[in-house]
């Protein structure tokens, strides 16, 4: 069977019909390397101490999610950015957390799988942050029924903070070697810097927090562990 020859005329028609396939083909093969990785939502479980809170995550100042009333989940698109966790509850101090999103392991397998075209897609869906499970808030009283038991509480949670940020301190100096020694002092200053600020408004509510004799006894609510 004779071959069949394209004229001069033909020729500009089949590249933009080339053209077009592979355009087709990179928008497919962008939709694979998004399924990839683990989604592009996260759902986030939030407890307090006590139950029945009011709470909202912003990013970037917008709201992106609520529960309300606590406990509850809510699904919260990923993103590389960190989110503020604020809690309110008739009887406590208003609670604001840091919610960080952490680089998510699965989008190395974008790197494998699906090249740089994978990761590219990850970064532009928010794709590589990955949100915590859950997260616990203990929301502190404003009012106690005696100043004995005030400072107590206070002592009580004052070391909780210290303890905790303590431990992770000491996990990532463990975990640092020479290679990464830049990265790891980073990290220790920003834990170092996280715990500075819950301490010192934890000093702040210590000094608003008022006494009244018939206000419930602190020593039935938990601190947490």
Not at 58 to 74: F, I, K, Q, W, Y
Not at 113 to 130: K, P, Q, R, T, Y
């Amino acid at each position: 069977m004779p071959r069949m020859r394209l004229g001069p005329a033909a020729a500009p028609m089949c590249r933009a019909a080339c053209r077009t396939l592979a355009v087709v083909l990179m928008l497919g093969a962008l939709s694979a390397c998004a399924t990839v990785t683990t989604g592009s939502s996260d759902n986030v479980t939030v407890e307090t101490d006590p139950v029945g809170a009011a709470c909202e995550f912003r990013r970037g100042g917008e709201l992106v999610g609520a529960v309300n009333p606590t406990p509850g989940s809510v699904s919260i698109s990923k993103s590389t950015s960190d989110m503020v966790l604020t809690c309110k509850r008739a009887g406590y101090f208003d609670s604001s957390e840091d919610v960080s999103a952490e680089f998510q392991g699965m989008t190395l397998g974008n790197l494998i799988l699906g090249g740089l075209v994978g990761i590219a897609v990850d970064a532009a869906s928010g794709a590589m942050g990955n949100y915590p499970d859950s997260v616990q808030v203990s929301l502190v009283p404003t009012k106690f029924t005696s100043a004995d038991e005030r400072d107590g509480y206070f002592a009580r949670l004052r070391k909780k903070i210290e303890d905790r940020a303590n431990k992770k301190i000491k996990e990532v100096k463990d975990y640092c070697d020479s290679n990464n020694r830049e990265a790891c002092d980073q990290e220790v200053k920003t834990l170092q810097e996280k715990r500075d600020k819950l301490l010192a408004r934890l000093g702040d509510q210590l000094e608003r927090a008022t006494i009244d004799p018939n206000a419930p006894s602190a020593s039935t609510m938990d601190t947490g562990s």
